[in-house]
């Protein structure tokens, strides 16, 4: 797909990598375009799926989220349903960030943020226990985060 993209296109998704509040009369000023030609390959990015969004990165520490954990889960059965369920299920719990079915010894690994570790206990005793399929979980907390970027490479 990135041979699709021309070296404008990457420039674009750059600068709004960086700041995804640009407004299109910067964009172009920085490009070199036209504002509607900036507005149209940036809408044509969207629709092509490879801008998703766009959102704000807040500190979850200043918000009183604390404590952030990385979950290792395995399921109890490696059945398409048993896998389906687990993904849905998690995906309605606020705290869970992000859910990454892995290979290895667990079957997926679960960005958590929750004010405190009693939080965290709430959180696995009320919902990831509670899950029809659930087999083990491992705790990783994160003592220090040393870069944080949703950035790709481009």
Request: net charge negative; hydrophobic share 40%.
């Amino acid at each position: 797909m990135r041979e699709n993209i021309d070296e404008t296109n990457l420039e674009i998704l750059r600068i709004l990598q960086d700041d995804g509040s640009t407004t299109n009369a910067d964009l172009s000023r920085k490009i070199g375009l036209k504002p509607p030609s900036v507005l149209q390959r940036v809408r044509k990015l969207e629709q092509s799926g490879i801008i998703k969004n766009y959102t704000a990165h807040l500190d979850a520490e200043q918000l009183g989220f604390s404590l952030t954990v990385f979950a290792q889960v395995s399921l109890a059965l490696h059945q398409d349903d048993p896998i389906k369920n687990f993904v849905k299920e998690v995906s309605h719990i606020p705290e869970v960030l992000e859910i990454h079915h892995v290979s290895g010894e667990f079957d997926f690994l679960l960005k958590i943020v929750v004010e405190n570790m009693r939080d965290y206990e709430r959180l696995i005793r009320d919902h990831l226990s509670s899950i029809r399929g659930m087999g083990k979980i491992q705790s990783c907390f994160v003592l220090a985060t040393n870069k944080n970027s949703a950035k790709l490479p481009i």
